[in-house]
């Protein structure tokens, strides 16, 4: 762990203070008193920062420093150096440590220089994770779908990526536009340019222009310096716009403009700036609706639909979904450090009948969701319904989901019930569930738990 310290001075007194304080200041720390213990300890464990003194017995803190560098590179050392070592500590610097201090040792320095340390992992490790998250999102083979219908998307992507068409995606929420979106500009020859998205719908209209075009200085009382605008920010590589369908006319004049001469003014100002980028557009509305409401340029239209792609819904493409579950079922497995391996067969029925109103989006929560919840490797029917009320972020297309479910449970946990005579040990245990959140489903769904008196009656 980045917080994992290793303490190597050949001075008791000093190494023992110097530990004291360092737990005080909650970091975990190893102390060793020679250079063979400490070449012990690093290759026994993954410490975060070494401060290592550059003369002790054993092996001295030049060659643990070598040894250290060679099993576990990524480690920060920072030497301990006495008056008479300074030429040590800078081969020790040659060698890969990052920093050294003086004896005496100031305890306050080397605490924030051990702080700066350790931070620097942190950054490196979520820029890490972050790098990831972007080949991740980019990948084309991240997008699931063995339809018809997703074939022939994906023939579309791999056709329009190396061109420099314009491309319009159309698609209910949820649908994937966004990542397909993404897909093209990661296979085309700008992929390792900037992808710059821009949500239409989300900047108000006095600012859109400004936003898309940039400004000069003092060309409204608010644009107090020179502003670059995203298709200047986007050159080389691909401009996203996302929700074109709610761009207002009066800036669609404007992208017209660009979109045919391939130039923009900023706003205030009156030379055109050439722009090579490519131009991809994704909407869920129905654009030649649109135009015939007068909402919608035709000339635009035309102009950003030269290649179309068209994401049909989930339920036309019902197909998809084992797939998809078990896309993000691994994806979830991963992020969240579980080991799923699937959905019961009773889910994927439910998956399979449901409509699908909020699409892939949604599916992808419902599984987070159960991902968290589940305490088997199969995720049931009650993980699902374990959502409850309070689940985070519920939209409105989900309180559908979730009625269905709370029906369908009820149902479920009430014959699982019966048919284990009443008994929720026995029941529990058939669900697959802990007694507690048995009694919990029992409570929230109002289920009449009891043996019923109908049938006592009856036996009588
Ligand atoms: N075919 C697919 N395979 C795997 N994941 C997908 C697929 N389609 C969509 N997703 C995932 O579903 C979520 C929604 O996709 P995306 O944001 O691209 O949809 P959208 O059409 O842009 O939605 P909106 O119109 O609401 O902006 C994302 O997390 C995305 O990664
Ligand atoms: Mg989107």
């Known amino acids: 762990m980045n917080s994992d310290i290793l303490l190597a001075d050949d001075e008791a007194t000093f190494r023992e203070t110097f530990a004291k304080i360092l737990r005080e200041e909650g970091m975990s720390v190893t102390v060793v008193g020679n250079g063979t213990d400490a070449i012990d300890a690093v290759t026994k464990q993954r410490f975060g920062v070494v401060v290592l003194d550059i003369r002790m017995p054993g092996a001295d803190g030049i060659k643990v420093l070598r040894e250290i560098m060679r099993i576990r ?38 605490l924030t220089k051990i702080r700066q340390n350790m931070k620097y992992l942190d950054l490196q490790e979520e820029n890490k994770q972050l790098k990831q998250e972007l080949t991740r999102r980019f990948d084309i083979s991240q997008i699931v779908g063995k339809s018809p219908a997703m074939q022939g998307v994906f023939e579309m992507i791999r056709k329009v990526a190396p061109t420099k068409s314009n491309v319009l995606i159309t698609g209910k929420s949820g649908t994937g536009k966004e990542l397909v979106a993404r897909a093209i500009h990661s296979l ?23 936003e898309l075009f940039g400004h000069k200085k003092g060309s409204f009382t608010s644009a107090i310096a020179d502003k670059k605008g995203l298709f200047e920010s986007a050159r080389g590589g691909t401009l996203f716009m996302d ?22 003014i900023p706003v205030g100002s009156t030379e055109p700036i050439d722009i090579d980028l490519r131009l991809i557009a ?6 030649p609706k649109e135009i015939k409401a007068g909402r919608f340029r035709e000339d635009l239209y035309y102009r950003m639909n030269v290649v179309g792609i068209h994401l049909p ?38 998956f399979m ?6 699409n892939i989006r949604e599916l992808e929560n419902v599984i987070e969701r159960a991902s968290i919840f589940a305490e088997d490797d199969v995720i049931k029917i009650s993980d699902i319904g374990l959502l409850g009320s309070h689940a985070m972020g519920l939209s409105k297309e989900d309180e559908t989901l979730q009625t269905a479910t709370k029906a369908y449970e009820k149902e479920y946990i009430r014959r699982v019930l019966s048919k284990h005579n009443w008994n929720k040990v026995d029941a529990a245990k058939a ?30």
């Open 313 to 350: 819904d989930l339920c036309e493409r019902k197909e998809d979904i084992p797939l998809l579950v078990d896309h993000f079922i691994k994806q979830f497995n991963s992020e969240m450090g579980k080991t799923c391996a699937g959905v019961s067969d009773a889910v994927m029925r439910l």
């Open 243 to 264: 929700e074109i369908g709610h761009m207002p006319m009066s800036c669609q004049v404007k992208l017209l403009r660009a979109v045919e001469h391939r130039q923009i």
């Open 353 to 358: 009948s449901y409509d699908w109103k909020g």
């Open 73 to 110: 590179p990524e480690t920060r050392v920072i030497m301990i150096t006495a008056y008479g070592t300074i030429e040590m500590a800078v081969e020790a610097i040659k060698l890969g440590a990052c920093d050294y201090v003086m004896k005496p040792v100031v305890m306050d320095d080397v």
């Open 188 to 210: 085309a020859a700008q992929g390792n340019r900037h992808f710059v998205a821009v949500n239409c719908s989300a900047i108000p209209e006095g600012l859109l222009e400004s």
């Open 282 to 287: 994704a909407t869920n509305k129905d654009l």
């Open 431 to 460: 669900l697959g569930v802990g007694l507690s959140s048995l009694y919990r489903k029992i409570d929230e769904l109002e289920i009449d738990s009891h043996k019923p008196k109908r049938s006592k009656a009856k036996k009588q």
